[in-house]
């Protein structure tokens, strides 16, 4: 019997090189391994998005953008992380293979960037053509109490179609990339800190020329 790798004769100019066999399956098994649990934490999170996003647009006709958001960002963290496996390394692959905890980490944060994206939107932090516009609804009294809140979450909506698609869009790209956010953020944190070093008297209005600070601020960030 011959083993695995060796040769059973010899002849001039051949040449037999033992099969790394043990070195080619490994990262395969691991790679599997982590595909399945991937899709399966995956789909659990969107069974539970599903089951807080469903029922209000069901029963009252409500389609809460905030569940919504948080389901684009999972799925883009999904598919980022389904491209990036084969181009992890096997020592990375084995660690994530061992672990629920490192896989399902990416697809969360996916969604949690999502909804940082859509704050920013709400707030008018991002603004620009690339990025949607929401109407959001106007407290009926002042102060405004616990029932704007609720109003707030319920019955804000994109202004147009388009608004809709760009939201769904940057979403997905909050969750495929996840530097962007934190890029965002920093970014802005560098703009809030450098402002907060200079006189009074060298600082932006606070109103007149907002609407413009804000834009030149979004296109810093998009560059």
């Known amino acids: 019997m011959h083993q ?8 001039a100019g051949a040449h037999c090189s033992p099969m790394p066999r043990e070195v080619e399956v490994e990262p395969a098994t691991d790679l ?9 934490m995956t789909g659990a999170a969107l069974l539970i998005v599903t089951a807080i996003f469903v029922p209000p647009f069901v ?6 953008l905030t569940p919504l ?4 960002g999972i799925i883009g963290g999904f598919v980022s992380m389904q491209q990036r496996l084969r181009k992890v390394p096997p020592e990375e692959l084995r660690l994530l293979a061992g672990s ?8 969360i944060f996916g969604g949690i960037f999502a909804l940082v994206l859509y704050c920013m939107f709400l707030g008018g932090i991002l ?4 990025f949607p516009v929401f109407y959001v609804p ?8 616990s029932s704007f809140m609720i109003e707030v979450l319920v019955r804000t909506y994109p202004e147009k179609g388009a608004d809709l698609a760009k939201f769904i869009f940057w979403s997905f790209v909050a969750g495929f990339s996840e530097r962007l956010v934190p890029q965002f953020i920093d970014n802005l944190a560098s703009s809030a800190s450098s402002q907060a070093q200079e006189p009074p008297d060298k600082r932006e209005p606070e109103n007149g020329s907002s609407e413009e600070g804000l834009a030149d601020r979004s296109n810093r960030l998009r560059k």
């Open 4 to 11: 695995a790798g060796s040769c059973g004769s010899t002849t």
């Open 32 to 40: 599997l391994t982590v595909t399945r649990r991937l899709i399966l």
């Open 59 to 64: 029963f009252g006709g409500r389609l809460m």
């Open 69 to 72: 958001a948080f389901a684009c």
């Open 100 to 107: 629920w905890f490192q896989v399902v980490l990416v697809p």
């Open 127 to 130: 603004a620009g053509n690339l």
């Open 138 to 145: 106007a407290p009926d009294h002042a102060p405004p109490d």
